[in-house]
């Protein structure tokens, strides 16, 4: 039976490990994977977004910078179910969706661990990142699968929902996310899912907006590349457990 990993409380953004019946070797086997993947593509000086206690490890040589919406200690008291974890200390205070302190073509990679999900305009936040990183460096994007994680309840976004967030603004669709969200992740009894939405959208609880599978996931990434024209192409996608690496090169 295929496990899923759930969240370790109501709201957690923190994914947690699957039950496995040999749990050793394959988180080796997942951080290898990545590790590999890392290898190969990472080169110079970069930037990775919402590390919190899972940086990626880079290759010898390579420097990283990290990003964050918010310094250690607001993390720690934003996330408490983090509270034993080892942070990474923020170098960069600045919202990962945007950069909006980075300069264009700046960097050599972005590594953008499980954020995308995060994000309400996911063609804006790829945008931004391209953006940032100089003609042929690299994207590092790590997303989970939606059917192997806690979002496994949940029915991917059609295409133009996203493409809609894009060019119209997500105000529109943050409530109908967070509702899903507290239903279908958390749980929530009926009655009680309007005030648990109304505490999400006062906390600005970061939850997961969008959620793919890699298929799903290229469709939206052809579409970004194609009718958005953003300047990419596709080197890699690869199944990880229960995510998958995509590997953008900036054109």
Same mark, same amino acid.
């Given at each position: 039976? @295929?496990?899923?990993?759930? $969240? ?43 590390? /919190?206690?899972?940086?990626?490890p ?7 910078r ?14 408490p179910?983090?509270?034993? @974890? ?36 996911? %063609? ?19 997303v ?10 949940? @029915? $991917?976004? $059609? +295409?133009?929902? %996203? ?36 505490w ?13 599978d ?5 469709l ?7 009718? @958005?024209? /953003? ?15 995509? %590997? +953008?090169?900036?054109?």
């Amino acid at each position: 039976m @295929e496990e899923k990993i759930r $969240p370790s409380g109501p709201g957690r953004r923190a994914v947690v490990a699957a039950a496995s019946v040999v749990p050793g070797l394959r988180s080796i086997a997942f951080r290898l994977r990545r590790q590999r993947i890392s290898r190969r593509y990472l080169r110079g000086e970069g930037l990775e977004i919402g590390a /919190l206690h899972r940086p990626l490890p880079i290759p010898r040589g390579v420097s990283v910078r990290y990003v964050d919406r918010m310094d250690v200690a607001d993390l720690r008291a934003h996330y408490p179910e983090l509270r034993d @974890e080892q942070l990474v200390e923020v170098d960069i205070i600045d919202n990962g969706e945007t950069l909006g302190s980075q300069p264009d073509a700046s960097v050599d990679f972005i590594i953008a661990n499980h954020f995308i999900e995060h994000t309400e305009d996911p %063609i804006g936040a790829l945008a931004n990142q391209l953006r940032v990183v100089r003609p042929g460096g690299i994207l590092y994007l790590a997303v989970p699968d939606r059917r192997k994680t806690f979002d496994a309840d949940r @029915e $991917p976004q $059609p +295409l133009d929902h %996203i493409v809609r967030d894009h060019r119209g603004g997500p105000a529109w669709s943050r409530p109908i996310h967070q509702e899903e969200w507290a239903r279908l992740v958390e749980k929530v009894v009926p009655k009680e899912i309007p005030a648990r939405v109304q505490w999400l959208e006062d906390h600005d609880y970061s939850i997961h907006f969008h959620v793919w599978d890699p298929d799903e996931f290229r469709l939206l990434l052809e579409f970004a590349r194609d009718q @958005e024209h /953003l300047p990419f192409a596709i080197e890699q996608l690869a199944r990880n457990d229960h995510e998958f690496i995509a %590997i +953008l090169r900036r054109t």
